[in-house]
């Protein structure tokens, strides 16, 4: 992780704070966070109400303190900009959520459990959020993880450089303490199980498994090829060592242009790789990864091989990945969206010598995810459809959010979703409830 | 306990207060449509803007404050020539009428200031007339110019008990006499205004002063068309005369009256220290100049935490906490000394700890040039703590306190040779008996 402020520094970052009156960057997270407010209470010395502004607004205000993107969300629009540069609010609310805890202060008293069941699949920050927020309401939350440990992308897809796993098990002891209740190693796997939980005494279920299947080039499998999800899991499921042996001193191959590229290509530096190169068919600027994200790359000496397209995988006699062959690229004309596309370039093919790669060129649902719930209307992608101001799926007490609906996005929209779905699924117990009185009365 | 068992209301003169948090008489306070929007933002009260009975008009000079900043920090005080209401009365009173209407549970309180014995009658008697729950008598403001006016009256005392008792005879409502700071001794006045037979007291009022001179034209500010004045300072930088007065007069036995005080606050910590030295109410006005109504949910919320958190349910249990352990400095025990300790994990190596150790405090540093690091001789060290305040991490420099048979090094004399030729008898304290 970034080197995180101590108390002089986040104060002093804080007291740069113009304290906007319309506060500009309390309107750009997707989660409602309101740093306008959470600042000036800091400014105020009133610094268990800032971490309460935060925590009530966002139980995993720490991680999005260190994971949001925030120079295109809240500070974007920071008028500290057009002085010099904005304020860094994700470094100061992580701070806030930190020192919390260095006090003691728990936000949350732990509330009474009294209302009904509700299922929660995946423990990632949709999954989190939603059973946090419909804990705090008072329903029986259970939350259903097929890995090991609870954190979805938070513990198995993020490298432990830029989210440490110490931290994420703080930010869980939170939720944790508002009596959710975690079932790890408990994959929802049979056909039609997820609905089949209503059945088991859970009144609703939010769905919030994620996009855990790797996308592949090329159809045929190739020893020394690895997919994204493996590669950045491997230390939390016992595979670390075996990585480390492959890319220590070795040449490594990244081939995509998002967060996760650059994530995997961070973490094999951090491994000690050789050389890491990351390819990318088109030009530097249209890699969706973060524009910081991109700079801190070209920092670890990453070397970028933009424009270039992969071909095919040479292998040695041991039939392991030796080279990749690439055909170098250009951009065509803007067409009617306005996003150039990447054209091969005639009789360019090169070789790249590799000892591994790592293709991360995005995630999907897993090719059965479907059958676990027969009743959801799912897109082509296998996507759950669900509204996304209430995480309404085609089928009653059946919510869905995160990446399973959204399709690749951030943490804090996956909080937001997990959000939405708790009021939702609040309202609609509400009206079932409502209605059951009714009908004995 | 949690915050359902915290209780901000306080009594003060027998009037319920919602929280101790007010406006004081000010700019903030002008008018209702101002003091409404405050009462919204969650001030339990307001002293409001010194009336004045229409007879002297009030023109405000122009420009009338001037901000004062240190370094990239601004507004740590505010000088202002500002003078009492230029509303006219009836304007003041029908806002008054209009706000006990809309706000019946905040206490609003009339401040006022007389030209003459039967000026501060009436404005009295009107105040109360039109819903005043109190009222506060300006004693203090620095800038009226008129002799028998503000300021003068609060550094003549027998005008003090004259007008407080002149105002007593004609209201049954509780009488507040505000005190300015600029004098030595603040319980005088205010037991001159007891025996005037005020219920309370309020300090401290701007403290004179001047806070910047424009060096082009050689006029101090604020600048009002080429003269500038002696006028009235506040903000942070009066905290700690503020912060004094009120525990004077805390701690005098023979005033004993509730007090409110004021001079510098903006946060919860500030007015919180107001309360622990002995007021049972606070007011603001340069912390509302500064960031506007807002700040006293900050107040209202941090004082709540922090009474959670110390398990004290209601405000009067804070008032006055810390006075048993304020004393005059012959009480300090001096048999038990410390020093610095240094923890330089964090160090970032500026060597502003060793720039201040070698020039204002006991040469109990070296400097490392290689490491670019301080180096502690503990036995140097005069626990002034002077390098912590300008250490620009914190946790890294701390006070600790030594053995009784931990001795500190003397300051070293450069030239020992020279003490032979000193001019020099041993001072005796009575010379009768030697002679």
């Not at chain 1, 009530?56 to 994971?67: F, R």
């Not at chain 1, 939405?420 to 079932?432: E, F, G, K, P, W």
């Not at chain 2, 949690?2 to 000010?26: E, M």
């Not at chain 2, 036995?379 to 006070?399: A, E």
Request: hydrophobic share 35%.
């Amino acid at each position: 992780m970034d080197k995180r402020y101590d108390f002089t520094q986040a104060f002093a970052e804080a007291d740069r704070c113009l304290l906007c009156h319309d506060a500009p960057c309390s309107k750009g997270c997707p989660a409602n966070t309101d740093p306008g407010k959470f600042i000036k209470k800091f400014k105020m010395q009133n610094i268990k109400g800032a971490i309460r502004t935060i925590k009530e607004n966002n139980i995993l205000g720490g991680a999005c303190g260190i994971l949001c993107p925030t120079a295109r969300l809240c500070e974007k629009e920071c008028a500290g900009s057009h002085l010099d540069r904005p304020i860094q609010i994700g470094k100061i609310q992580e701070f806030l959520v930190s020192h919390g805890r260095q006090i003691g202060f728990k936000v949350f008293e732990k509330p009474e459990s009294i209302l009904e069941k509700v299922a929660v699949i995946g423990s990632g920050p949709a999954g989190l959020s939603c059973g946090a927020e419909l804990a705090k309401k008072g329903y029986k939350v259970t939350i259903f993880e097929r890995m090991d440990e609870p954190g979805g992308v938070l513990r198995y897809g993020v490298p432990s450089y830029r989210f440490s796993k110490a931290y994420l098990k703080t930010e869980l002891e939170d939720i944790i303490h508002l009596g959710v209740k975690f079932e790890c190693g408990h994959p929802i796997k049979k056909d039609g199980e997820a609905e089949d939980l209503l059945n088991k005494g859970f009144k609703a279920v939010f769905i919030a498994t994620g996009l855990w299947d790797a996308a592949s080039i090329f159809d045929e499998n190739t020893e020394g090829v690895y997919n994204s999800v493996d590669f950045l899991s491997s230390p939390h499921t016992g595979r670390l060592d075996i990585v480390k042996d492959q890319v220590k001193d070795k040449q490594v191959a990244v081939i995509g242009g998002g967060s996760v590229a650059m994530d995997c290509a961070g973490f094999a530096a951090s491994l000690g790789a050789g050389d890491v190169y990351l390819i990318y068919r088109r030009s530097f600027s249209q890699m969706p990864a973060e524009k910081e994200e991109r700079i801190e790359s070209l920092e670890k000496n990453i070397h970028f091989l933009i424009l270039n397209q992969p071909e095919a995988y040479l292998t040695n006699d041991k039939g392991m990945v030796s080279g990749i062959k690439l055909v170098r690229t250009q951009l065509s004309q803007a067409k009617g969206d306005g996003r150039r596309s990447p054209v091969e370039i005639k009789d360019s093919q090169w070789v790249l010598d590799i000892d591994l790669v790592v293709e991360a060129i995005g995630n999907k649902a897993f090719d059965l995810s479907d059958k676990l719930y027969p009743g959801v209307d799912i897109d082509d992608k296998k996507l759950i459809k669900a509204r996304l101001d209430n995480c309404q799926t085609s089928q009653q007490a059946i919510f869905a959010g995160g990446d399973i609906v959204r399709g690749p996005s951030l943490v804090v929209n996956a909080v937001c979703d997990g959000k939405t779905a708790a009021n939702a699924i609040d309202s609609y117990l509400v009206r079932r409830r409502a209605k059951l009185t009714t009908k004995e009365g | 306990m949690n915050k359902n068992d915290i209780d901000l209301s306080i009594d003060f003169c027998g009037i319920k207060f919602k929280n101790p948090f007010l406006l004081s008489s000010s700019p903030v306070s002008n008018s209702a449509e101002m003091v409404a929007r405050s009462f919204e933002a969650g001030w339990g009260g307001v002293v409001f803007k010194t009336l004045n009975s229409d007879t002297t008009p009030i023109i405000h000079p122009s420009p009338r404050m001037n901000g004062y900043g240190y370094g990239n920090k601004r507004l740590v005080g505010l000088q202002n020539v500002e003078m009492i209401s230029d509303r006219p009365l009836k304007d003041n009173l029908a806002d008054f009428l209009y706000l006990k209407k809309k706000y019946p549970d905040h206490v609003l309180i009339s401040s006022i200031m007389g030209f003459s014995n039967d000026e501060w009658a009436y404005l009295a008697r009107i105040s109360e007339d039109n819903g005043a729950d109190m009222l506060e008598l300006n004693f203090s403001c620095p800038h009226m110019a008129v002799e028998g006016a503000g300021h003068h009256v609060g550094q003549a005392f027998d005008l003090i008990e004259k007008f407080t008792n002149t105002v007593k005879q004609c209201v049954s409502i509780p009488v507040i006499a505000k005190m300015t700071p600029n004098i030595t001794d603040m319980t005088e006045p205010a037991i001159y205004a007891k025996k005037g037979g005020a219920d309370a007291i309020s300090a401290i009022n701007t403290v004179s002063g001047i806070s910047q001179i424009d060096l082009d034209g050689f006029i101090p500010k604020p600048n009002v068309f080429g003269i500038g004045s002696v006028s009235g300072t506040s903000g942070p930088i009066v905290k700690p005369i503020g912060l004094r007065f009120i525990s004077d007069m805390a701690k005098c036995e023979d005033l004993s009256l509730p007090l409110s005080g004021i001079g510098g606050i903006e946060t919860w910590i500030d007015a919180l220290e107001y309360i622990l030295l002995g007021a049972s109410t606070i007011q603001v006005t340069t912390g509302i100049i500064h960031y506007g109504y807002g700040i006293v949910e900050d107040m209202i919320e941090g004082l709540t935490d922090f009474m959670v958190e110390k398990k004290i349910a209601k405000v009067k249990d804070l008032v006055g906490k810390a006075l048993p352990n304020l004393k005059t400095t012959d009480k300090f025990d001096l048999k038990r000394q410390g020093r610095a300790r240094y923890d330089l994990t964090n160090c970032v190596g500026c060597g502003q700890c060793y720039t201040v150790c070698r020039d204002a405090a006991g040469f109990a540093l070296e400097w490392d040039p290689e490491k670019r690091r301080p180096i502690l001789n503990e036995d140097k060290c005069l626990s002034c703590m002077i390098c912590s305040f300008v250490c620009p991490v914190s946790g890294i420099i701390s006070y600790t306190e030594m053995p009784e048979d931990w001795k500190r090094q003397d300051a070293c004399v450069m030239d020992r040779s020279l003490e032979t030729q000193i001019k020099y008898q041993p001072f005796n304290a009575n010379p009768l008996i030697s002679s």
